[in-house]
């Protein structure tokens, strides 16, 4: 297998970053050198107590730095909330959203920081600098763009066809409400943050981990410039399914998949992302074995597909669909 040195992941929360944590342990062993760029979902950010919360790039950070709540895939490890009550006892905050004691000092520092002029990716960086994730961690964009969800119905003080958060959608309401369509709210004004296309352009890897194919993967993609840079990038692309026998393996992408029209099956994902021959991302798309009988008609679109074991159960197992991934759409090493 040739040496990689350049790989770029495009990742949303929990699973971009397990996935990535399992592909750093790959490339340490076997391409040691490697240099990860992780492109990160800011989608479902938002201003909360006057702090800017960033759901997906402090999972990834947390995640990668060892300082994530294994249980809960997000947050901190032995949390307490105890100002987040101080805040609900003034009646302001959201009451259904955790925002755990610990987790607040890096809201307070980010803000802090964005407050003093850095941008987001700057932020990013320093608040890297404690946590050592091990790869280079930038937002999809530095400017704001938040997801938001139109309901269909009302739901409590919301009214049908009204927009929410997607955090308030995905938390508050389990995405259990109804949903007509996700608006992007600032894509128009927003660009590509600082060398987010240049790690796409100059990657000899590209992977799209088996993050949320709507809300995350979707939102990185449609950032200006961002889609056109993976289908134009001189690196192979690789993808790995987030549907493993027709379910959702976390969180509720069934549900996002549904407000964009697309099934929830492992082929239909990999169809969806589309194969680059055919103007779409992808070279290569990883599917679970029990969905194996996805790879022929993946295959007949051409993509280059294969069933493996993708269960994420512990970093060897992640680390061996790295490399499964990687294999998938290596050129054949002379
Ligand atoms: N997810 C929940 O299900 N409940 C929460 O109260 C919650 C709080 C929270 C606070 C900070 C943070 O970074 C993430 C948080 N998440 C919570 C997870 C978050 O909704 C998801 O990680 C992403 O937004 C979707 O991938």
Same mark, same amino acid.
């Given at each position: 297998?040739? =040496?990689? %040195?350049?790989?770029?992941?495009?990742?949303?929360?929990?699973?971009?970053?397990?996935?990535?944590?399992?592909?750093?342990?790959?490339?340490?062993?076997?391409?040691?050198?490697?240099?990860?760029?992780?492109?990160?979902?800011?989608?479902?950010?938002?201003?909360?107590?006057?702090?800017?919360?960033?759901?997906?790039?402090?999972?990834?950070?947390?995640?990668? *730095?060892?300082?994530?709540?294994?249980? =809960?895939?997000?947050?901190?490890?032995?949390?307490?909330?105890?100002? $987040?009550?101080?805040?609900? /006892?003034?009646?302001?905050?959201?009451?259904?959203?955790? @925002?755990?004691?610990?987790?607040?000092?890096? %809201?307070?520092?980010?803000?802090?920081?964005?407050?003093?002029?850095?941008?987001?990716?700057?932020?990013?960086?320093?608040?890297?600098?404690?946590?050592?994730?091990?790869?280079?961690?930038?937002?999809?964009?530095?400017?704001?763009?938040?997801?938001?969800?139109?309901?269909?119905?009302?739901?409590?003080?919301?009214?049908?066809?009204? @927009?929410?958060?997607?955090?308030?959608?995905?938390?508050?309401?389990?995405?259990?409400?109804?949903?007509?369509?996700?608006? =992007?709210?600032? @894509?128009?004004?927003?660009?590509?943050?600082?060398?987010?296309?240049?790690? #796409?352009?100059?990657?000899?890897?590209?992977?799209?981990?088996?993050?949320?194919?709507?809300?995350? #993967?979707?939102?990185?993609?449609?950032?200006?410039?961002?889609?056109?840079?993976?289908?134009?990038?001189?690196?192979?692309?690789?993808? #790995?399914?987030?549907?493993?026998?027709?379910?959702?393996?976390?969180?509720?992408?069934?549900?996002?998949?549904?407000?964009?029209?697309?099934?929830? *099956?492992?082929?239909?994902?990999?169809?969806?992302?589309?194969?680059?021959?055919?103007?779409?991302?992808?070279?290569?798309?990883?599917? /679970?074995?029990?969905?194996?009988?996805?790879?022929? =008609?993946?295959?007949?679109?051409?993509?280059?597909?294969?069933?493996?074991?993708?269960?994420?159960?512990?970093?060897?197992?992640?680390?061996?669909?790295?490399?499964?991934?990687?294999?998938?759409? $290596?050129?054949? $090493?002379?």
């Amino acid at each position: 297998m040739t =040496q990689l %040195h350049r790989v770029t992941v495009l990742a949303g929360g929990v699973g971009g970053a397990r996935f990535t944590r399992g592909l750093l342990a790959l490339l340490a062993d076997a391409h040691p050198g490697a240099d990860v760029t992780v492109v990160v979902n800011t989608g479902d950010d938002m201003w909360l107590n006057g702090l800017r919360v960033c759901p997906d790039l402090d999972t990834v950070m947390y995640t990668l *730095g060892g300082g994530i709540n294994e249980e =809960q895939g997000w947050g901190r490890p032995d949390e307490t909330r105890r100002t $987040s009550a101080e805040i609900a /006892a003034y009646g302001k905050g959201w009451d259904w959203f955790t @925002l755990g004691d610990l987790d607040l000092a890096t %809201h307070i520092v980010r803000t802090e920081l964005l407050r003093n002029g850095a941008t987001l990716g700057e932020a990013t960086e320093f608040l890297s600098g404690r946590w050592q994730p091990g790869a280079r961690l930038l937002p999809m964009s530095d400017q704001p763009v938040e997801t938001h969800v139109r309901l269909r119905d009302a739901a409590d003080e919301h009214e049908a066809g009204s @927009l929410i958060h997607f955090e308030e959608w995905w938390v508050r309401y389990r995405a259990g409400v109804p949903a007509t369509e996700f608006v =992007q709210v600032g @894509l128009e004004s927003a660009s590509a943050a600082p060398g987010v296309l240049e790690a #796409i352009g100059d990657a000899d890897l590209v992977v799209i981990p088996p993050s949320n194919p709507v809300v995350s #993967i979707g939102t990185i993609l449609n950032v200006p410039g961002i889609g056109d840079a993976v289908r134009e990038t001189s690196a192979r692309v690789v993808g #790995i399914s987030p549907i493993i026998g027709g379910a959702a393996v976390r969180g509720m992408a069934d549900a996002c998949l549904t407000v964009i029209g697309v099934e929830t *099956g492992a082929a239909a994902v990999g169809l969806h992302y589309g194969a680059r021959s055919g103007g779409g991302l992808l070279d290569g798309w990883l599917v /679970a074995e029990e969905d194996a009988d996805a790879v022929s =008609q993946l295959t007949d679109a051409g993509l280059v597909a294969r069933a493996v074991p993708l269960w994420m159960r512990d970093v060897p197992a992640t680390a061996a669909m790295a490399e499964a991934a990687i294999s998938l759409v $290596s050129p054949p $090493s002379r």
